[in-house]
């Protein structure tokens, strides 16, 4: 019986949560910036998940709990040692009072490449908000910093995602409104 | 956040982000809109932060986990939970058919199992008997639950802009129209669907029946008009992506009853069924909007949930949406006819 429910429980985890698997790498690699790392990050996740699965109630927001427990393996192993911390980038967003206007023409690449000059813990938040479309407060629970951080590192790194998108532009040649 | 009293163009671009992320209070919304409509400048930077973000999601869903790295963690978790290799890996489909068989002849010999195909059966009548159980079943969703079934910013977003689209190509045909045999491929509970949604058009022209593209999502569109305005009735498969919290819910939305939006000055009702959304979109205001969506969609939700029900897609145990779920599979042999107001956007017949 116990057997029974636990490959009942395994189907289920299966079909419900390793759906959300896709989007969990996504921000797995803005995390982790390296492919493999990233895909040992999502192994690592999912196999906590699965270890906490009996737990998790039914009908409450699963991808809202993975992306918890990403976040919350992701600062284990920061904090072993197995990945760089990334420097604290406050004071480069701090330097932006120009709020640049968003071109109208952009190709696919130059919006990555910009995405990709971002510090990480603005990238991260941009992502999960913009990409992923997790809810400010969905956002905080996960990343486990306060509702205010979220906002303001949401600010600066969509100014820095058009800044850097604007200098594309202007390079480029393109029409970037005042 | 509150509302500034008066919006200025740097109280907008600040809270612009926020309101296409669903995140401002509907005072503020209404601020940002009504500042939109006086000035155009900050309209022009509304369509490119628009297509911005559209441009992200675009860029970013292209990096997936390789196969092989999809394949090993299904293996990890399937030894982290014992389930013997063998069991799991006897070929992909033969495998886990194998082992539910098994595992439905132990069921039958269960209390458990009786006790679950009543639930089943106690399910399937609450789902047949349609919309008079719909506020008992809403008493019995929690906050989370009923959080679970919003819909997605992304999936209003397209369903208006598909409106706005088909309605400035559509709204002067000559009409009348009939839906296409070859919807089918695309939906094939969508077959006669102009047909099934007659019985609640009343006082309204159809104009136009398609199947229509926007962005990456499809529809099954069918364009009214009425009083010269247009109206359009789509409906959609409910993914993943249709929804906020990204979760396929394991109930029917019905007994939520209609969500309503307006974007853009796009009035937008929303019903769902366990397995697709219909939305009716005009330039009404929002409560004539729900008014008409209130007669136009409930014929064709009956219709899908008797075609849903047909299908075996009961709510069973407390859940039904399945990853496969997650959109249609038609070949995209799109011929567009034309690309209007934005290049995203195409009518394709999957006959050719």
Known sequence: MEQNDKLQRLELFEAEALGFSGQLFRVALRVCRDRERAEDLIQETYLQAWRSFHRFEIGTNLRAWLYKILFNVHYSEVRRGRLELAPIEETIAETIAYDPPTPQQLTEEEVLAALERIPRDFQVPVVLADVEELSYREIADALQIPLGTVMSRLSRGRKLLRMELANYARGAGYQVAN | ?352
């Open chain 2, 1 to 352: 956040m509150k509302p500034p009293v008066v919006m200025d163009c740097q109280n907008f671009k600040e809270l612009l982000d926020s309101y296409l992320c669903g995140e401002l209070a509907v005072e503020t919304n209404h601020s940002v809109l009504c500042h939109a409509e006086r000035c155009c400048a900050c309209r022009g930077e509304m369509s490119a932060r628009r297509r911005l973000r559209a441009s992200l999601r675009s860029v970013c869903s292209k990096e997936k986990m390789s196969d092989r790295a999809m394949e090993s963690l299904r293996e990890k978790i399937r030894s982290e939970a014992g389930v013997g290799a063998g069991a799991a890996r006897t070929g992909d489909g033969g495998g886990r058919r194998g082992r539910f068989a098994g595992l439905f002849k132990v069921w039958l010999l269960t209390p458990a199992a009786v006790a679950l195909l009543l639930g089943a059966a106690l399910g399937l009548y609450v789902l047949r008997r349609g919309g008079s159980d719909d506020a008992q079943t809403q008493r019995r969703l929690s906050p989370e639950q009923i959080n679970a079934l919003e819909l997605s910013a992304s999936l209003m977003a397209d369903s208006a802009s598909s409106h706005r689209s088909c309605a400035a190509h559509s709204a002067d045909a000559a009409g009348p129209a009939e839906m296409p045999d070859s919807v089918r491929e695309y939906d094939p509970a969508c077959v006669g669907l102009d047909k099934v949604a007659a019985a609640g058009a009343g006082g309204l022209l159809l104009r136009a029946a398609h199947v229509c593209k926007f962005g990456d999502r499809k529809f099954a569109h069918l364009v009214y008009t009425r009083g010269g305005g247009p109206v359009s009735l789509l409906v959609t498969v409910r993914d993943y992506r249709a929804l906020k919290s990204g979760a396929p819910p394991p109930f029917s939305g019905l007994s939520l009853g209609p969500q309503r939006f307006t974007l853009d000055h796009i009035a937008l009702g929303a019903y769902q069924t366990l397995k697709r959304i219909v939305l009716v979109a005009s330039n009404l205001p929002e409560d004539e909007n729900a008014a008409l969506a209130e007669s136009l969609a409930r014929p064709v939700v009956e219709h899908l949930r008797k075609a849903e029900a047909g299908a075996g897609l009961e709510e069973q145990g407390g859940r039904t949406m399945r990853i496969e779920d997650r959109g249609s599979r038609i070949e995209d042999r799109v011929i567009a006819l034309k690309a209007i107001l934005d290049p995203r956007f195409s009518i394709f017949d999957p006959r050719h």
